[in-house]
């Protein structure tokens, strides 16, 4: 039985000295002495001063929490002089870096927010009509200011332990219960990371539920251009055989022995409405499945998909209440029939009760997910989108049904009115049956009307040359409409009178199409719609968790830093939070600045040559890093390279990711000590010469140890033709030290929502951007509507081009004030934190794993198997944790 510490930079004190949050102690006079005098140095600003005009502000001293006095102690417990020797005996002499970060001199807080003004003032927020999934929204001010802006919200870890979980899964749970009512499906998960993916976990699941024997998954020619890539990108991997046409002409009996399933639009990304009853059993009878993409907001006036056939619901939730941010994070939806949910990828809260009976929230059905099922799980999912899906959640209670209807109804009126408005001008609308979405006939060609457009401040969507696309939202007024119909207006034809065509309108939605069916009949969904009632109800859950805000939270192995609200508050700003993601490139130079410079502090940092921004999560970092590899060795002609080597310590992501990339899985042993066993890796790396792809190895071990065969590691692999592929998630103990570039890996992803501050939301959002060397750079991820990527590049790992865009200024930020200096003390804290906690330890438990010198990485497990005689367990350990820290 183990238990795994991890560290931080972050302060820690004396074991001794953890006190309840609430209770005050007296220090000691040695107390005084080591911790309050140095405290009182290090964050005075009256003796910072270093010149007349130097800002005092400074950012790496409140960040790094460990005073003069505490690593005076700390160094002495660990038995080394100073911080070098403890580099020295922790790191391997082999692969640690002489060259000192090339990055910016630190900026002060303020000096940070002046310069990321400017950098948003370089971004131009148009009015968008794009559609395509994203759509402006009206977010609360009551769920932006306590949910998003909330760090009791954003800096929860993901629920494992539901004892300090309660609150965030309760709204997950309504999050589940409001996509389960609208969808008309019985059971949802808690979010999937975008549309574009949950469509291609879709496309996975009906292959799966076929038992991988059919091969054949149709899509919609109708579906968003950026699903239908992720789609095809994914079915790569496994020999899926992607048709696209018109599912309501096409002929399936061709494929009927062969289809998994079919992909559809409702509506469709041109706005259009079809009735897919008939077609959803024609499906059924050639024994594929039916997924449907669809739009939360156009369901609350449309027949839910469950209602007609469906088997599959996925969709963005992001018009419930969560800003564009340039396409990101936002909550993808994932509903399923009965018999599917063992399939269902992603995590889903469920109701239980506790030791006394009193009913409870737990994470369940874990046994189908990747840290238990490793290669076999039925995704590589792992971070989700939690804090959006909370935010989505809590817009359905701030609402209500009837609000979200009244929401719809009016969206949906006011296209009618834009739809009749055009016609009067003589614009014929090819769409006869639309929610909020119209394709609009343009005679003189669709760039007349678009570029007029953009001279208003105005996005409109190009479909085609000769048909302009316009979706509407919540936040859209009479003048908008106006300017609309100013765009379009022609000479010698009279304006139409908008007022006139309200009171004649009707709805653009055949009485067959409109729902009869309730949804959101749960209390809670009628209890909150004042904004008292809806702040008392985010706090009484906020109240239940534990996040930073009230101790550490003790749980390894993600690194829980600390994040700092100067790195969160451009995360909200207009300039950031409301841009469409497809959104002509002239009005994003500053989130291409932002880009462009955090990628080369990103490559700095790992020492690599190119960097992928895309991927958004660690997992989805994994996958796309193997997806690079694999297309890497395909360019060379070696196409039967498919063999991913993993040790056996690894997380289970890494066998999840090698499976979702197409490869086999081949474990490697460790020894008794942790370390890599050396035979075994050059054994597997011989036998397979001819097959192996890639080899994935965590650094420092998940053991929490540097392993001095790291770079043996690498040459066995390079020797046999393969790739090394570095999981980055213990960055946090390299960085300024060591680079996983100069140990010899290929490829690392990097967690920014563990190294580099990003904060974990609940269970997401995250990002796991890859970092690769020069001969990988032609294959980063590619992508449809915007020249992203190499020139030979793979296709999209994201819906969105850059991944969760809005939350990439946290990362820039945390950098730029951290500087060099900042970065490598902040490795060398946690270092030293680890060791200082290990020995203060030793005395009492069996730490398993070190190095030769006795000192392990930036976490450390303890064994506690002796304590199994009084029934005590792990489990037990960390809930008394959670009651003392």
Known sequence: MLSRIATRSTRILSL?????????????????????????????????????????????????????????????????????ELVTKTIPSNIRSTRRLHLDNALTESELLGRLKEIASKNKVYKSYIGMGYADTVVPPVILRNVLESPGWYTQYTPYQPEISQGRLESLLNFQTMVSDITGLPISNASLLDEGTAAAEAMRMCYLHKSKKR????????????????????????????????????????????????????????????????????????????????????????????????????????RFGVPLGYGGPHAAFFAVAKHYERKMPGRLVGVSHDSHGVKAYRLALQAREQHIRREK???NICTAQALLANMAAMYGVYHGPEGIKAIGKRIHNLTTILA?????????????????????????????????????????????????????????????????????????????????????????????????????????????????????????????????????????????????????????????ANIHPFAPSEQTKGYEKLIKELEHDLADITGYDGVSIQPNSGAQGEYAGLRVIRAYHQSRGDNDRNICLIPVSAHGTNPASAAMAGMDVIIVKCKTNGDLDMEDLEKNAAKYKDRLAAFMVTYPSTYGVFETG?????????????QVYMDGANLNAQIGLCTPAEIGADVCHLNLHKTLCIPHG????????????????????????????????????????????????????????????????????ALLNANYMARRLAPYYKILYTNNNGMCAHEFIIDIGPFRTIKISALDIAKRLQASI
Not at 763 to 784: A, T, Y
């Open 215 to 318: 091969h054949t998954f149709f899509v919609d020619e109708n579906c968003h251009p950026q699903t239908i890539a992720c789609v095809q990108t994914r079915a790569e991997a496994f020999n899926i055989n992607i048709k696209i046409g018109n599912a309501l002409t096409y002929d399936f009996e061709q494929h009927k022995d062969d289809l998994a399933g079919v992909l559809i639009q409702y509506p469709a990304t041109d706005g259009s409405i079809n009735d897919y009853s008939s077609f959803a059993k024609k499906i059924h009878s050639y024994g594929g499945q039916v997924v449907c993409a669809t739009d939360l907001m156009a369901l609350t006036m449309l027949v839910p998909p469950g209602e007609w056939g469906a088997d599959i619901a996925l969709g963005n939730s992001q």
């Open 377 to 379: 799980a039925t995704s």
């Open 762 to 829: 609940g269970g997401g959002p995250g990002m796991g951007p890859i970092c690769v060397k020069s001969h990988l750079i032609p294959f980063l991820p590619g992508h449809p509507l915007k020249h992203v990527g190499g020139e030979k590049a793979i296709g999209p790992i994201s819906a969105a081009p850059y991944g969760s865009a809005a939350i990439l200024p946290i990362s820039w930020a945390y950098i730029k004030m951290m500087g060099a200096d900042g970065l490598t003390q902040a490795t060398k804290l």
């Open 16 to 84: 001794n000295s953890l006190i309840h949050p609430l209770t005050l102690r007296a220090p000691s006079s040695r107390q005084s002495r080591v911790y309050q005098s140095p405290l009182l140095k290090k964050f005075s600003t009256t003796i910072r001063q270093r010149n007349a005009f130097a800002p005092l502000d400074t950012f790496a001293r409140r960040h790094n929490g460990s005073v003069e006095g505490d690593i005076e102690v700390m160094l002495d417990v660990v038995g080394v002089k100073d911080m070098d």
């Open 710 to 722: 790291v770079t043996e590691a690498c040459d066995i692999i390079h020797k046999y033709g393969g």
């Open 420 to 576: 009749d408005g055009l016609a009067q001008l003589g614009y014929p609308i090819k769409t006869r049956q639309f929610f909020d979405t119209l394709a609009v006939h343009v005679e003189e060609g669709s760039d007349v009307i678009i570029n007029k457009a953009l001279e208003f401040g105005i996005n409109l969507r190009k479909i085609d040359s000769s048909t302009v696309g316009i979706t509407l939202d919540e936040t859209v007024i009479k003048q908008d409409l106006e300017r609309l119909i100013n765009i379009f207006s022609k000479p010698k034809v009279t304006a139409p009178d908008l007022a006139a065509i309200a009171e004649k309108s009707r709805s653009a939605v055949a009485t067959q199409f409109l729902r009869k069916s309730p949804f959101m009949q749960h209390q809670v969904f009628n209890s909150y719609h004042s904004e008292t009632e809806m702040l008392r109800y985010i706090h009484y859950l906020q109240a239940k968790d534990l996040s930073l805000v009230h101790s550490m939270i003790p749980l390894g192995s993600c690194t829980m830093k600390l994040n700092a609200t100067t790195e969160m508050i451009p995360v909200t700003w207009p300039e950031f």
